[in-house]
């Protein structure tokens, strides 16, 4: 698995956005069961003031403290599910995207444990689940929506899994990944029709 995600995510060269907002990272992690590897994902509370009961990956905002944004998501992982920076093998970047609040969030690939446990911070988290890569390479989505950005019309697909909706900005990750690590041929900017 490591090997897959590295070579994939070394040729692969993710953008950076030349915007002053406030910083974030997240943590896509992915399930180091090589045979049928899983996206880790989390919902957050819904007693929190953003992106309440959405789901996300995990991290969060950059602290003055952090060395740098490989290190908040880590540290946000750990605070919000319980997982150890060392349990963790960072693997590389995926491109900068802007949450709607206004904040530049960098994603991090990393491989964790799959029989690792995880326990959600109830200040935060609502629930920790895994969603088969398979599931998503099939691109099985349950609508498309429309977003402007900038100069573009991003058609970014809402995925459902269980009870669970990825949309958003964690889609907009996800389609990111799928497509650096595994061809998935994703077109953010072409329209689908579901």
């Not at 919902?43 to 953003?50: A, D, G, K, Q, V």
């Not at 900005?169 to 329209?191: C, G, H, M, Q």
Request: aromatic share 8%; charged share 25%; with cysteine.
């Amino acid at each position: 698995m490591r090997d897959l995600l590295t070579e994939r995510l070394a040729r692969h060269t993710p953008s950076r956005l030349a915007m002053d907002y406030p910083e974030a990272s997240v943590l896509v992690p992915v399930s180091d069961n090589a045979g049928s590897p899983e996206i880790l994902f989390t919902l957050r509370s819904s007693n929190l003031s953003t992106h309440r009961g959405q789901v996300a990956f995990p991290g969060g905002k950059k602290d003055s403290t952090d060395p740098n944004l490989a290190h908040t998501a880590l540290r946000e992982t750990h605070e919000e599910i319980g997982l150890p920076p060392d349990q963790v093998q960072l693997v590389g970047p995926l491109s900068q995207v802007i949450s709607r609040y206004g904040i530049l969030v960098t994603p991090y690939v990393g491989i964790v444990p799959a029989d690792h446990p995880l326990v959600p911070n109830p200040h935060e988290i609502e629930s920790i689940f895994r969603v088969p890569v398979e599931f998503f390479l099939e691109d099985r989505r349950e609508r498309t929506d429309v977003l402007p950005f900038l100069d573009n019309t991003y058609h970014v697909p809402c995925y459902r899994w269980e009870d669970y909706q990825i949309w958003g900005l964690s889609a907009v990750v996800l389609v990111e990944f799928l497509n650096a690590v595994y061809d998935a041929r994703i077109d953010l900017l072409k329209p689908r029709h579901d």
